[in-house]
């Protein structure tokens, strides 16, 4: 959960605001992913969250706003490869352009010179590369610390991690640092959410699942998702990304 813009789950939530969906076929490991659900909830009302507003509360805005930017930067490695994958050459000139520019001009990317210039981020990952080329979802799953994720998602997780420059460093401990500071940062971004989960939902857990679907259901397909012949069968035919598109 907490590599997801902060807009889109929001989004998200808010339209699912209320709703404590069913057990669905989409879900056929539900009683194992809530209790690693639990694991994730417990393990940020003790250790992660504290940690989070304890950084937020520490570093002054401008440090967060720069360290965002940064963290932002290293992922236009990833939406240039998986924009190219889905052969989307505006949004593959327009991510590697961002890299190129806020690496050099923006100071290792520190400062973002593209979003203001007009260029803002087309964000992409191999789960939506998979998911444009017809590959379905398959069941929905909850991954220890990552949270939401889908089999599709989660099996491409190691090709994004690949796609990280950071993971390539050779220096292990600030390999390691760079990471719990993206981690703890990413989180940081995401205080809010958890007020809002409480608040509109009777089923956090069901609640939480339906965003996330929906939310990858609509990245994949750029806002405008088809309608399937049965939407809680993960394994229904999905339209190839030229029926789509």
Request: proline share 8%.
């Amino acid at each position: 959960m907490l590599r997801l813009p902060i807009a889109a789950v929001v989004s998200s939530l808010l339209v699912l605001a209320g709703c404590a969906a069913s057990p669905t076929r989409s879900d056929p490991f539900e009683p194992v992913n809530r209790k690693v659900d639990s694991f994730n909830q417990n393990a940020d009302k003790y250790v992660i969250r504290p940690v989070a507003e304890a950084y937020s509360t520490v570093l002054p805005e401008p440090v967060r706003t720069a360290l965002s930017n940064f963290f932002s930067n290293l992922s236009e490695v990833r939406n240039t490869l998986n924009n190219a994958l889905q052969c989307k050459p505006e949004a593959t000139l327009v991510s590697f352009g961002r890299f190129a520019v806020n690496s050099t001009l923006g100071l290792a990317g520190f400062i973002d010179i593209m979003t203001p210039a007009g260029f803002a981020a087309r964000r992409e990952d191999l789960g939506q590369t998979l998911g444009y080329w017809g590959v379905g979802s398959g069941p929905y799953l909850v991954l220890p610390l990552l949270g939401p994720s889908t089999l599709r998602d989660s099996v491409a997780l190691i090709g994004d991690y690949q796609a990280d420059p950071v993971s390539h460093a050779s220096d292990v401990p600030a390999r390691n640092s760079v990471d719990g500071l993206r981690t703890i940062h990413l989180r940081s971004e995401l205080l809010g959410i958890s007020n809002v989960l409480d608040t509109a939902a009777l089923d956090p857990y069901a609640f939480t699942r339906d965003a996330y679907l929906q939310r990858r259901q609509s990245e994949i397909y750029d806002g405008a998702p088809p309608v399937l012949v049965d939407p809680d069968d993960p394994f229904a035919d999905e339209p190839k990304a030229d029926e789509a598109k």
